[in-house]
Protein backbone atom coordinates (compact mmCIF):
# COMPACT_ATOMS: atom_id res chain seq x y z
CA UNK A 1 0.00 0.00 0.00
CA UNK A 2 2.96 2.06 0.84
CA UNK A 3 3.63 1.64 -2.60
CA UNK A 4 0.81 2.66 -4.23
CA UNK A 5 0.55 6.10 -2.46
CA UNK A 6 4.06 6.78 -3.50
CA UNK A 7 3.40 6.02 -7.25
CA UNK A 8 0.65 8.04 -7.02
CA UNK A 9 2.43 11.41 -5.64
CA UNK A 10 4.72 11.04 -8.13
CA UNK A 11 2.22 10.62 -11.08
CA UNK A 12 1.09 13.85 -9.57
CA UNK A 13 4.42 15.83 -9.00
CA UNK A 14 4.80 14.75 -12.99
CA UNK A 15 1.79 15.97 -14.06
CA UNK A 16 2.64 19.42 -11.60
CA UNK A 17 5.96 19.71 -13.71
CA UNK A 18 4.40 19.29 -17.06
CA UNK A 19 2.22 21.91 -16.43
CA UNK A 20 3.70 24.44 -15.02
CA UNK A 21 6.55 26.44 -16.43
CA UNK A 22 10.52 25.71 -15.63
CA UNK A 23 12.00 28.67 -13.33
CA UNK A 24 13.85 29.84 -16.54
CA UNK A 25 11.12 30.07 -18.73
CA UNK A 26 9.27 32.88 -16.31
CA UNK A 27 9.93 36.44 -16.81
CA UNK A 28 10.27 39.13 -13.89
CA UNK A 29 10.50 41.98 -15.86
CA UNK A 30 8.60 45.00 -15.73
CA UNK A 31 4.76 44.71 -16.58
CA UNK A 32 5.44 44.31 -20.37
CA UNK A 33 4.27 46.57 -23.08
CA UNK A 34 0.86 46.20 -24.83
CA UNK A 35 1.33 44.64 -27.90
CA UNK A 36 0.46 45.96 -31.67
CA UNK A 37 -3.37 43.68 -32.10
CA UNK A 38 -2.99 45.58 -36.02
CA UNK A 39 -2.37 48.44 -38.04
CA UNK A 40 -5.04 51.16 -38.47
CA UNK A 41 -4.83 52.98 -41.78
CA UNK A 42 -6.60 56.12 -42.84
CA UNK A 43 -8.29 55.44 -45.92
CA UNK A 44 -8.11 59.34 -46.89
CA UNK A 45 -4.87 60.49 -46.38
CA UNK A 46 -3.21 57.10 -45.73
CA UNK A 47 -1.73 57.03 -42.35
CA UNK A 48 -0.60 53.88 -40.75
CA UNK A 49 0.07 53.19 -37.65
CA UNK A 50 0.10 50.09 -35.21
CA UNK A 51 -2.86 50.03 -32.94
CA UNK A 52 -2.54 48.33 -29.50
CA UNK A 53 -6.51 48.52 -28.96
CA UNK A 54 -9.89 49.04 -30.83
CA UNK A 55 -13.35 50.10 -28.27
CA UNK A 56 -14.33 52.72 -25.83
CA UNK A 57 -12.60 51.16 -22.54
CA UNK A 58 -8.69 51.42 -23.10
CA UNK A 59 -6.66 49.07 -20.90
CA UNK A 60 -4.25 50.74 -18.43
CA UNK A 61 -6.17 53.53 -18.22
CA UNK A 62 -7.74 54.06 -15.19
CA UNK A 63 -11.47 56.53 -15.77
CA UNK A 64 -11.48 57.13 -19.18
CA UNK A 65 -14.19 55.98 -21.85
CA UNK A 66 -14.12 57.37 -25.02
CA UNK A 67 -17.05 58.32 -26.60
CA UNK A 68 -16.91 55.82 -29.42
CA UNK A 69 -14.87 53.21 -30.87
CA UNK A 70 -10.95 54.10 -31.50
CA UNK A 71 -8.48 52.73 -32.53
CA UNK A 72 -5.92 53.10 -29.86
CA UNK A 73 -2.54 53.43 -29.05
CA UNK A 74 0.29 53.66 -25.79
CA UNK A 75 1.10 57.24 -26.38
CA UNK A 76 5.10 56.48 -27.40
CA UNK A 77 5.96 59.89 -26.06
CA UNK A 78 6.02 59.45 -22.44
CA UNK A 79 7.33 56.44 -20.06
CA UNK A 80 3.30 56.91 -18.52
CA UNK A 81 1.86 53.70 -19.33
CA UNK A 82 -1.98 55.50 -19.00
CA UNK A 83 -1.68 57.68 -21.76
CA UNK A 84 -3.16 56.76 -24.37
CA UNK A 85 -3.13 58.36 -28.23
CA UNK A 86 -6.38 58.02 -30.50
CA UNK A 87 -5.14 57.08 -33.83
CA UNK A 88 -9.14 57.18 -35.44
CA UNK A 89 -12.31 55.30 -35.86
CA UNK A 90 -14.92 54.39 -38.70
CA UNK A 91 -16.75 57.52 -40.24
CA UNK A 92 -20.29 56.38 -38.77
CA UNK A 93 -21.98 56.90 -42.48
CA UNK A 94 -20.06 55.22 -44.92
CA UNK A 95 -17.57 52.74 -42.53
CA UNK A 96 -14.23 54.54 -44.02
CA UNK A 97 -11.77 54.42 -41.52
CA UNK A 98 -10.60 57.56 -41.12
CA UNK A 99 -7.91 59.09 -38.91
CA UNK A 100 -8.71 62.19 -36.17
CA UNK A 101 -7.09 64.70 -38.52
CA UNK A 102 -8.55 67.76 -39.01
CA UNK A 103 -8.38 67.31 -42.70
CA UNK A 104 -9.72 63.96 -43.01
CA UNK A 105 -12.93 63.55 -40.30
CA UNK A 106 -14.70 65.63 -37.37
CA UNK A 107 -16.25 64.66 -33.99
CA UNK A 108 -20.11 65.90 -33.65
CA UNK A 109 -21.37 63.51 -31.34
CA UNK A 110 -19.87 60.49 -33.87
CA UNK A 111 -17.43 60.13 -35.89
CA UNK A 112 -17.96 61.97 -39.97
CA UNK A 113 -15.45 61.88 -42.44
CA UNK A 114 -15.20 64.94 -44.55
CA UNK A 115 -16.64 63.52 -47.58
CA UNK A 116 -19.71 62.51 -45.99
CA UNK A 117 -19.99 65.80 -43.86
CA UNK A 118 -19.49 67.30 -47.42
CA UNK A 119 -22.07 65.22 -48.77
CA UNK A 120 -24.64 65.70 -46.03
CA UNK A 121 -23.77 69.70 -45.18
CA UNK A 122 -27.17 70.96 -45.08
CA UNK A 123 -27.56 68.35 -41.93
CA UNK A 124 -25.23 69.65 -39.62
CA UNK A 125 -25.58 72.42 -37.00
CA UNK A 126 -24.97 76.30 -38.98
CA UNK A 127 -21.30 76.09 -36.92
CA UNK A 128 -20.29 72.85 -38.30
CA UNK A 129 -21.44 73.98 -41.25
CA UNK A 130 -19.38 77.38 -40.83
CA UNK A 131 -16.35 75.64 -39.54
CA UNK A 132 -16.44 73.58 -42.77
CA UNK A 133 -16.96 76.60 -45.21
CA UNK A 134 -13.36 77.73 -43.50
CA UNK A 135 -11.36 74.87 -44.55
CA UNK A 136 -12.62 74.51 -48.04
CA UNK A 137 -9.18 76.17 -48.90
CA UNK A 138 -6.98 73.96 -47.25
CA UNK A 139 -8.54 70.56 -48.03
CA UNK A 140 -7.02 67.82 -49.98
CA UNK A 141 -8.25 65.89 -52.70
CA UNK A 142 -8.93 62.05 -51.70
CA UNK A 143 -8.73 59.45 -54.04
CA UNK A 144 -10.55 56.75 -52.30
CA UNK A 145 -13.85 58.89 -51.58
CA UNK A 146 -15.59 61.23 -54.09
CA UNK A 147 -16.39 64.50 -52.72
CA UNK A 148 -19.65 65.94 -54.07
CA UNK A 149 -18.47 68.54 -56.58
CA UNK A 150 -22.69 69.97 -56.56
CA UNK A 151 -23.37 73.28 -55.19
Known amino acids: MHTAAGEKLKLR???????????GDLKMDSPKEPQPTGEFKCQLCGLTAPYTYYGQKPPNTRSIELL???YVMKDPFTPDKEKILILGSLCSLCGLSVCVGAECSLFYSKRFCLPCVNENLQAFPLEIQEDMDKRK???KSFPGKKMDTRT
Not at 13 to 23: F, G, K, N, R, S
Open 13 to 23: EADLCTQLPLA
Open 68 to 70: EDC
Open 137 to 139: PQQ
